[in-house]
């Protein structure tokens, strides 16, 4: 998020169940929009219509955490359901370096900003971001990115938790992605203490 932006919550004021429900259909991939009833249920969809969806996905990635953002700790009822949604992204081999960092940099801001003990959800998100931080030396700047996000997310959830964290397994693999390659915005969950 930008600085300067307008991100408080009466930019959803009277919305927020609209905007909430827009955000959970997307992620289940249940939007009219990601729907094709030309498109036989064998037939896959065509290459841009994937791309589409990726990029639908991302922005249904930043809008979760531009409500997270604003509203903080008030949309904790929602917090469980679009931990879990984002949180199947990371699992998908399809997934575009873009939603995955989306949904790396979302997830990290859920779980700063929540008012529910997530505990039992780290180590579920930790193995979910594991993945991000395997890179070959001359990986694209995209999933540069997403590593850094997923760095940014790590972060989040040690300052959020410590002790639920398995601080011997997880620093080296955190270390290793320093510096920040791509995202610097980063670097403030990263280097808080």
Do not use: W
Request: with cysteine; hydrophobic share 45%; net charge negative.
């Amino acid at each position: 998020m930008y600085e300067s932006e307008d991100d408080n919550p009466a930019f959803v004021e009277g919305h927020l169940d609209t905007v909430c429900n827009i955000a959970i259909q997307i992620l289940e991939q249940k939007a009219f929009c990601q729907q094709y009833p030309d498109q036989d249920g064998a037939e896959e969809a065509p290459e841009d219509q994937a791309e589409y969806d990726s990029v639908l996905i991302s922005s249904a990635g930043y809008l979760v955490a531009a409500l997270v953002n604003a509203l903080g700790t008030d949309i904790a009822q929602a917090f469980e359901k679009f931990f879990l949604l984002i949180a199947k992204y990371y699992l998908s081999a399809t997934s575009e370096a873009e939603v995955l960092s989306n949904a790396a940099f979302a997830a990290g801001l859920l779980i700063e900003s929540s008012d529910i003990d997530l505990s039992q959800q780290h180590l579920h998100l930790l193995g979910a971001l594991r993945p991000l931080f395997v890179l070959a030396p001359d990986a694209p700047a995209g999933k540069l990115n997403a590593r850094d996000n997923a760095a940014g997310a790590i972060g989040r959830t040690i300052i959020r938790n410590t002790a639920a964290i398995p601080l011997g397994q997880v620093l080296p693999v955190f270390i290793d992605a320093l510096p920040l390659k791509n995202d610097y915005l980063e670097n403030r969950p990263v280097f808080r203490r």
